[in-house]
C-alpha cells in the first residue's frame, strides 16, 4: 500500500515534469512564432498563435492534477501540429521528429497514470507510426504550400532534431531517477525490520559480504528471557511493544555497532573487539535492560535478556558464527539466564 510520502514523491515529480515540459512547450512554440512572422508563413503564425495560447491555459490543468488529459491534450496537439507543419513547410524540415518523442511520452505517461495502460501506449506509438508514413508518402507526391529557403529547412531539420534528442533524453532521466529512488527505496525497506525500524537479518548478510574488517569483530547473540511468558501474560501488543524499546534501548546503548532483529525475540548485534572492552558494552546492554522498567498500558514489566558472543574466526561464514554465538547464549541460558557468555 502507497504510503502518504509515496503518493507525495508520486505526484511531486509529475508536477515537476510537467510544469518544466509545458514551460518548454511554451518557449519553442513562441520562438516558432517569431520565426514564422520573420519569414512570413502567417498561416502557420496565426496556428502558432492559437497553440500558445493553448499552453497557456494548460498551467491550469497542471495546477489541479489533471496530467491525464494534460499529457492527453497535448499529445493531439503535437500530431496535428506536426502534420499541419510538415504539410505547409515540408517533411525535410524534421517536424516529424516530434513523433518519436511523443512515443517516449506515452510510455512516460503510462507509467505516472493511476491505471498504468500500456495497450494506450502502444496505440499512440502506432497512430505515430501512421501518420509519419502517411506524411512521408505525401510529401514525396506535393509540394509544400510554402516554398521556404533552403538554409531555413537546414535550420529546422536540426533545431528539431537536436530538441528532439534532447526531449527525449531529459524524460530518460527523470524516469531514470525516479526509478532509481523507487529501488533504493525497496531496498532499504526489505532490509529494515518492519517492528522494530531497526535492521533485518538480510541487513545484517549483506553486512557481513561487505564488511572487510571482520577479524577484529565479535558477534553477539541475545534474546529476551521467557518472552513467550510475557505474550501469554500481557499480550502480543504488549510483547511488540517490548521488542520496540528493547531494539532502541540496544541501538542507544551500543550506538557504535551494527545492530539487527534477527528474528522473534533474538538480535543480533556486531561489534569490535577492543582488546576485550566489548564484553563490558555487553554487560552495559544487558544492566540496562534488566534496570529498566518497562510500562504498558499502565503495567509495569521487568525483563532481561541472555547474551552469547563469540569472536571471528578465519574464513567462518555468517551461519557457523551466529551458531557459536547462539551456543554460548544457550549455555547462559542453562545456567541462570540474565548473563553475558563469551
Not at 510529401?139 to 531555413?152: D, G, Q, R
Not at 501469554?232 to 546503548?253: P, S
Not at 554465538?325 to 540474565?338: E, F, I, P, R, V
Amino acid at each position: 500500500m502507497a504510503t502518504p510520502y509515496d503518493q507525495k514523491h508520486h505526484y511531486s515529480t509529475i508536477d515537476k515534469t510537467c510544469h518544466t515540459a509545458n514551460t518548454i512547450y511554451l518557449v519553442i512554440h513562441i520562438l516558432y512564432l517569431v520565426l514564422f512572422i520573420v519569414t512570413k508563413c502567417y498561416i502557420m503564425a496565426y496556428i502558432t498563435g492559437g497553440v500558445i495560447l493553448f499552453y497557456m491555459g494548460c498551467y491550469v490543468l497542471i495546477r489541479y492534477k489533471k496530467y491525464y488529459l494534460y499529457a492527453l491534450l497535448c499529445g493531439n496537439e503535437y500530431l496535428v501540429f506536426v502534420s499541419v507543419a510538415t504539410m505547409m513547410l515540408g517533411f525535410a524540415t524534421g517536424f516529424y521528429f516530434y513523433l518519436i518523442g511523443l512515443c517516449v511520452v506515452s510510455f512516460f505517461t503510462s507509467y505516472f497514470s493511476k491505471y498504468k495502460n500500456i495497450k494506450g501506449s502502444i496505440i499512440w506509438v502506432l497512430l505515430s507510426l501512421t501518420i509519419f508514413l502517411v506524411l512521408y508518402f505525401v510529401s514525396m507526391n506535393n509540394a509544400p504550400y510554402y516554398a521556404i529557403e533552403k538554409w531555413l529547412e537546414t535550420t529546422l531539420f536540426t533545431i528539431h532534431a537536436v530538441a528532439v534528442f534532447a526531449f527525449v533524453a531529459t524524460y530518460m532521466v527523470v524516469f531514470l531517477k525516479y526509478a532509481l529512488s523507487l529501488e533504493n527505496k525497496i531496498i532499504n525497506e526489505s532490509r529494515t525490520d518492519e517492528l522494530t525500524e531497526i535492521s533485518n537479518r538480510y541487513a545484517l548478510y549483506d553486512y557481513f559480504d561487505q564488511e572487510e574488517e571482520k577479524y577484529n569483530k565479535v558477534l553477539a547473540l541475545f534474546d529476551i528471557d521467557d518472552f513467550k511468558n510475557i505474550n501469554d501474560v500481557y499480550g502480543h501488543a504488549a510483547g511488540d511493544h517490548i521488542l520496540k524499546r528493547v531494539a532502541k534501548i540496544a541501538v542507544k546503548a551500543l550506538n557504535d555497532a551494527f545492530v539487527c532483529r534477527y528474528g522473534g525475540e533474538e538480535f543480533v548485534i556486531v561489534l569490535d573487539e577492543e582488546d576485550g572492552r566489548f564484553y563490558d558494552k555487553l554487560e552495559t546492554l544487558r544492566k540496562y535492560v534488566e534496570g529498566t522498567t518497562f510500562v504498558f498500558e499502565d503495567v509495569k514489566i521487568q525483563i532481561t535478556i541472555t547474551i552469547g558472543a563469540a569472536k571471528y574466526n578465519r574464513d567462518i561464514t555468517l551461519e557457523k558464527w551466529i551458531e557459536l554465538a547462539d551456543k554460548k547464549m544457550y549455555s547462559g541460558k542453562q545456567t541462570g539466564k540474565n548473563k553475558t557468555v563469551i
